[in-house]
């Protein structure tokens, strides 16, 4: 065989390796019955993973595995890595464009810790029927002599006057997660933005020790701190559209995807799934009192 052939195989053989190194290794609930075990990937996070034990999610997802007849095993994750736990997938992303760069160790099998439905992450995997509904809002300390905004009638107009209040002001916000503040544009919008790097839980107490001026929310971690430090934070008006929160599973798991469909359903039928929002949101119905009663037909 000539030199040029030889080469132009082995190119092929080094081609076609890196792209079966970049197809991850299949999860799906055969597999996982015959390990015995479901790992739920998660971040403590307000009250769907609180770290003790508990939680939204945690309570949810042991509820799952109960059904399924497996062992409920957590695995903490953090959000630069979430994505390529579950998936087996590294990625780069450069705003809603995905590129995948190579292979990642799987750690997980679905994801669920209050996880907003983003349009980049659906690149990488699929979420459930919508479990819990958001938004974002910005946040001011309760002695702050920004007032909230007069609710004017329509959301859209509301959204414009919260914008309204962060030009020149300092804003706390969080990168790679549903309070990177290139979501909203906080900057084009004359906010000094303080990114934060630390926990998504220690946001409002970081904005109460003085960080910035104001910072965004979700609405579960808002409606966590306005429990916590009562009386001490206010709610100055939205920043986004209605977002809603899923678990989320690999593209490559759809025997286990239509199982936990199934499982939702019934819970959202006979009240399961409301009882636990009430056990640890229960603040929520004052915000969104129809989507419980709609449940997953929302969209």
């Not at 916000?173 to 290139?182: E, I, S």
């Not at 359903?265 to 009192?289: E, H, I, M, S």
């Amino acid at each position: 065989m000539r030199p040029i052939a030889i080469l132009l195989l082995l190119a092929s053989v080094f081609a076609l390796s890196a792209a079966a190194q970049t197809v991850p290794a299949k999860h799906d609930l055969p597999e996982i019955k015959a390990s015995g075990q479901l790992r739920h990937l998660g971040i403590p996070y307000a009250n769907f993973i609180t770290g003790a034990g508990d939680g939204l999610d945690v309570d949810l997802v042991k509820m799952f595995c109960r059904e399924l007849g497996v062992e409920y095993v957590y695995v903490e994750t953090d959000w630069s890595r979430t994505y390529s736990d579950v998936t087996g997938l590294a990625f780069t992303r450069k705003g809603n464009e995905v590129t995948i760069t190579g292979p990642a160790e799987v750690r997980g099998d679905m994801i669920a810790h209050g996880m907003t439905d983003l349009p980049w992450r659906r690149e990488l995997v699929n979420f459930a029927e919508p479990m819990f509904p958001t938004q974002i809002w910005l946040i001011a300390p309760a002695t702050a002599k920004i007032a909230p905004i007069a609710p004017t009638g329509t959301l859209e107009g509301d959204i414009a006057l919260t914008y309204r209040l962060i030009n020149g002001i300092s804003v706390l916000a969080k990168p790679n997660t549903c309070l990177d503040p290139k979501l909203y544009d906080l900057s084009g919008h004359g906010a000094l933005v303080v990114n934060y790097e630390g926990s998504l839980n220690h946001m409002a107490p970081n904005l109460l020790g003085g960080m910035a001026d104001l910072t965004i929310l979700d609405v579960p971690d808002a409606l966590v701190a306005l429990r916590r430090w009562q009386g001490k934070i206010k709610i100055l008006g939205p920043l986004s559209e209605p977002q809603y929160m899923a678990a989320a599973f690999p593209k490559n798991s759809p025997q286990l995807e239509a199982a936990f469909a199934a499982f939702l359903n019934r819970c959202q039928a006979d009240g399961t799934y409301d009882a636990l929002v009430r056990k640890y949101y229960p603040g929520v119905w004052t915000y969104f009192p129809d989507f419980f009663t709609t449940g997953s037909s929302v969209q």
